[in-house]
């Protein structure tokens, strides 16, 4: 027998609005859909779609755009394969904040951490690799960061111009390198292998400063020991303590000889006003 035609539109109707209550739900919850092997306890949802969970709170200071950070971390899949990991590597990332030297969800969720912190980001396709992916990334991978903050270098550098010392007080090495700590730091000495990050301000015997990273609220960070700068530096911030702050007066042969570079000269003796900001053990 057929259904009454009024009995058949109270079912229909029904069935559309149970429809778009079940929409409205969805819709209403905004919470981005994460891989069940990526979900964490505690997470909670920026307005971008980000997800973290903050483990252990730092006490230190909370980074600002244009400040170092010095991150470790372990990426993994939502397969729960591991792509990267500093860990791994004894080597944790230094890189600017905000100023999109890493991925957007990094910069925006580092930026929540205060300095000392361990927490975990989801970071959807969108804030990290998208489309594209990279390398051992896929298309629109969801990434689960886990990540410790473990420093934080203020961008307003500390420097008022030549740093003061009697000549008398320079100490020449058995290369012609010449040194005078001016404040002497409390931290360790570095050793070859580790990374170092330094402020310096080089200049040439006429007063031109020819660089600064202290201008640039930006220290220079680089593997000691390795080659990756010219010798007089090499040497000469393996001889302060962290923390310490120095003049280093490099002759030609230790800097850039006889060719020079740039806006030095050849056979140009160069004095560098460094600060040893930070050092990171080789590990």
Known sequence: MAQPKETFLRTYH????????????????????VPENLQ???????????????SDAGSGAQPDAGDTVIVHYEGTLADGTQFDSSYDRGQPIVFTLGVGQVIPGWDEGIALLSEGSSATLIIPPNLAYGPQGQGPIPPDATL?????????????ANYDGLFEFEESELITTESGLQYVIVEEGDGPVPQAGDTVLVHYSGTLDDGTVFDSSFERG??????????RVIQGWDEGIALLPEGSRATLIIPPELGYGANGQGPIPANATLRFDVELVAIIANQ
């Open 40 to 54: 964490v306890e505690g997470l909670s949802t920026t307005s971008s779609g980000l997800q973290y969970s903050i």
């Open 218 to 227: 930006q220290p220079f960070s680089f593997p000691l020991g390795q080659g």
């Open 14 to 33: 029904l069935i559309i609005l149970l429809l778009a209550l079940l929409a409205i739900s969805a819709c209403g919850s905004g919470e981005p859909d």
């Open 144 to 156: 689960r960061f886990d990540v410790e903050l473990l420093s934080v270098i203020s961008s307003e």
